[in-house]
């Protein structure tokens, strides 16, 4: 099930054979050390996996979904777009992407991607977003499209964390 396009990329429900991805996901600690998060254990990935591959439509704004993001034409799984809702019960959108598509543009291109499937196809009014004030990638891309509204100590990953927010009506007046 096909949930969004954007010029390049495809996101999707997961399919049995993204798992080996998905767990790189989790699991690398070159993707985890930007986060920082510790890597899951296999029986963490196992009910993670099992549980995206359940998602629905209806699930995207209401719980944590991680969604499958694949170049157009291609197979291998990516990384994943990640629709969450933060301690406030607000959407949030995060994604991680594999360390072999870093420095493409794929961050950029899927963080757009997602403000415009919350804000066009959900009617979101306000999306959110997280990042480690050291994960200088995210956060350049976050400055291009969102508002820095706080940072906070994250007692569980043990950073400093910058919240970002974007309210549907400043996304429209910035497509005009």
Known sequence: MIIFETERLAV?????????????????????????????????????????????????????????IFEKGNTKMIGLALFLLNENNENELGYRVRPKYWGKGFGTEIAIGMLEFYFDVLNIKKVTADVNIGNTASVKILDKLMTPVKEFFNERDNCTDRRYELEKKNWLKQRL
């Open 12 to 68: 999707r429900r997961l399919e049995p054979a993204d798992k080996e991805y998905f767990a790189e996901l989790f699991t690398d600690p070159k993707v985890l050390a930007p986060i920082p998060q510790k890597a899951f254990t296999e029986s963490e990935i196992n009910d993670r996996f099992t549980k995206s591959m359940r998602l629905t439509l209806n699930d995207i704004d209401k719980q944590k979904c991680a969604c499958g």
